[in-house]
T-cell receptor, first 111, second 114 residues
């Protein structure tokens, strides 16, 4: 089954404790992206990657890092999380006909 | 800077009624306009999409109407059903530099009453 898998689904952490949210896709898509979803603000892009070893900032990249060492994986790293990063995060990959496939989301709470 | 403005923020419709969600964009370089549907606890999923060379696209009960001159597009859900209750996002895609980027609206929470 074609899918984007992200883990964990829920994460509660404390300010300053580094964390990684993993994302993997099995569709051989070159393009992958991370979004955060906040009430009233829709989906805002954090980072995207057009291919292996190619990453670029989206609209809200501050406080986040990503890496793309393999085509299928695109982890999101918060090196020093802060409460304003409490949000619902989605990883997505994009097909050549522009269709985005989203993971099921990671609800992050930073205390 | 919000490049895609979506309204209303929430919408309540009776079963069998028509749900209408509107979006407006600013960037004339946008050339692909998808709508995504999100159920609680799930990621968004592509519902229907249109390119600006046509003014309307229909898939079952879902129709996109597109007005290029007004830079507006809308989603119409005919014969709305309780199972349509979800959050709907419009989006617009176009090249920004060398990369094609997708910009989402702020979302509309649709509730269809039985």
């Amino acid at each position: 089954e074609a899918q984007v898998t992200q883990n964990p689904r829920y994460l509660i952490t404390v300010t300053g404790k580094k964390l990684t949210v993993t994302c993997s896709q099995n569709m051989n898509h070159e393009y992958m992206s991370w979004y955060r979803q906040d009430p009233g603000l829709g989906l805002r892009q954090i980072y995207y990657s057009m291919n292996v070893e190619v990453t670029d900032k989206g609209d809200v990249p501050e406080g986040y890092k990503v890496s793309r060492k393999e085509k299928r994986n695109f982890p999101l790293i918060l090196e020093s999380p802060s409460p304003n990063q409490t949000s619902l995060y989605f990883c997505a990959s994009k097909s050549t006909n522009e269709k985005l496939f989203f993971g099921s989301g990671t609800q992050l709470s930073v205390l | 800077q919000q490049q895609v403005k979506q309204s209303p923020q929430s919408l309540i419709v009776q079963k069998g009624g028509i749900s209408i969600i509107n979006c407006a964009y600013e960037n004339t370089a946008f050339d692909y306009f998808p709508w995504y549907q999100q159920f609680p606890g799930k990621g968004p999923a592509l519902l229907i999409a249109i390119r600006p060379d046509v003014s309307e696209k229909k898939e079952g009960r879902f129709t996109i109407s597109f007005n290029k001159s007004a830079k507006q597009f809308s989603l119409h859900i005919m014969d709305s059903q309780p199972g349509d209750s979800a959050t709907y996002f419009c989006a617009a895609s176009g090249f920004s530099g060398s990369a094609r980027q997708l910009t989402f609206g702020s979302g509309t929470q649709l509730t269809v009453l039985p």
